[in-house]
Each structure stands twice: as C-alpha cells, then as structure tokens.
C-alpha cells in the first residue's frame, strides 16, 4: 500500500516539485525510494511562514550496486532551490546510524508528513527500529543535539534556538515517562499531548508556537520562565538517566539489520 501525507496548508507547487525530484532520483541514479517523508519545523509542529521544505528520504540501490567491489557514494543530495532542500539515505547508511544510537533514522520513521513510501517497509523498518534502538544512546543523542542548540540560544538569544532545543528536552521527558520505549514521536504537540506537563509550560509553549507560526523573522529575545526551566531541568535530569556506559554488545542488533537490509536489496 502506498504511503502520502500532506496537510492542505503545503503548497502544492512546492510539493509537485519534490515529487519530481524524488522521481528524477529514481531514475538517474537507479535507485528505489522506499520511504520520503518532511523532516524539519513543518513536521515538528512548529513551522514559519518562511520554512524551508526539508524532504529526507530512504533509497535502495540495485542489487549489482551492492554486489560490486566499487563503493559508491551512501547520500544522494539535490542542489538547494529556494525553500527546497531534498536529500537521502541508502538503507544501509540509515541502519548503521540506527545501531550507532543516531535517532534520524527514527525521527524519519515517524513523520507526520510523508510524500511517498510503501506501508509495509516503513511498519517493518519501524518494527525493527524498536526491537534494536539503544533508549540511553537515543536519549543520549537528544541531549547532544538540545543542548548544542541551548548553547546557541545563549550566545545570539535568537528565539527559533528555543525550539530546536524545546523539542529536544521534551523527547527526554518523554523518554523518562516510557521507560520501556526508545523510539519518541518527533512532532512536538504529540510530545507534549502524551506527557505530563504543567499547564503553565504548555500555555507558554502554545503562545511562542503561535508566534512563530505568523512571523517570518522571530528575532531575538528572551525565553519564557516555563519553557527555560524546563528545558534546563530536561538536560540536567537526562544526564543521570541515560548515562554513558560502555559499548553495549551490538550482534543482535547487527545480525537484525543485516537479515532486514539483504531482504529489502533482493526486493
């Protein structure tokens, strides 16, 4: 069954365009896009009038690509055209980052917005998402990243920071309150919808969401008392609760993707 969600507030033109694109992938590389969906602040629920489209896609190579003692190239990248920016990943690449503990891979997997893809490899790649993602390594990887962006806010006070680190810091908290989950929705209102937050956070959040979504340039300023505090205290928490440890024993892990990968490159 074929994959497409698009919400109606997409332009249509813009849309049309990465559809072309990805199909011009297809067919000049020789490749099987199996799953294209939007990863950026329009699939986390927190998008500007001016927001880039950010398709990211998964493609498999033929099998005599893979059979061929020349390595070729594990990205495929468009040239940047205006608010377009479309680029993937051959499945291999996406399934070593997914054991390494990166959480792209998983971000993709649960996009709200998908322009392509078949039902039974994204339910499949899921499914195995969940059986080898490493929660303290995902977490881990949320931490890096929020704070990195936490940083940036303090050096330049740039407002759209907040979120890039928000939405960090609130897939931490949701990590902590499903302590048998790895795999965290990425669109933030589910976030925040399926943890429990204080109605001040959530009315704070809700008011800088609304601004961003009506102004093109959201400037500098200062953060909300709730959203600071809360992002601070997701960072701090986070620390203890996923601790780095030692490489854990990855076999099981690898033997799984390796079994998936042979499968979906024989397709």
Not at 51 to 77: G, H, K, N
Not at 205 to 229: C, D, H, Q
Request: hydrophobic content about 45%; glycine content about 4%; aromatic content about 8%.
């Amino acid at each position: 069954m074929a994959l497409r969600a698009i919400p109606a507030s997409m332009d249509p033109t813009v849309v049309g365009s990465i559809d072309f694109e990805l199909d011009r992938v297809e067919r000049e590389h020789r490749v099987s896009v199996r799953l294209a969906i939007e990863s950026g602040s329009r699939a986390w629920g927190f998008p500007s009038p001016d927001s880039d489209y950010d398709c990211r896609f998964v493609y498999v190579a033929s099998l005599d690509t893979y059979l061929s003692p020349w390595r070729t190239r594990d990205v495929i990248e468009t040239p940047l055209t205006g608010l377009l920016d479309v680029n993937g990943w051959d499945l291999a690449k996406a399934l070593r980052l997914l054991v390494a503990g990166n959480a792209v891979l998983i971000e993709w997997l649960m996009s709200p917005i998908v322009y392509r893809g078949d039902t039974r490899f994204r339910d499949d790649l899921r499914a195995l998402a969940d059986e080898v993602a490493d929660r303290d390594r995902v977490a881990r990887h949320y931490l890096h990243l929020g704070a990195k962006q936490w940083e940036l806010f303090d050096r330049n006070r740039s407002l759209k920071k907040v979120f890039y680190s928000l939405r960090p810091a609130m897939a931490l908290r949701w990590l902590r309150q499903h302590p048998g989950a790895a795999v965290a929705p990425m669109h933030l209102p589910t976030l925040m919808d399926e943890c429990d937050l204080p109605a001040e956070l959530v009315a704070s959040v809700a008011e800088l969401t609304e601004l961003k979504s009506r102004t093109r340039e959201m400037g500098s300023g200062t953060v909300p008392a709730p959203i600071a505090a809360f992002i601070e205290a997701e960072f701090d928490l986070a620390t203890d609760a996923f601790p780095k440890t030692a490489d854990p024993d990855l076999d099981r892990a690898r033997s799984l993707t390796a079994e998936f990968f042979r499968a979906e490159a024989q397709q």
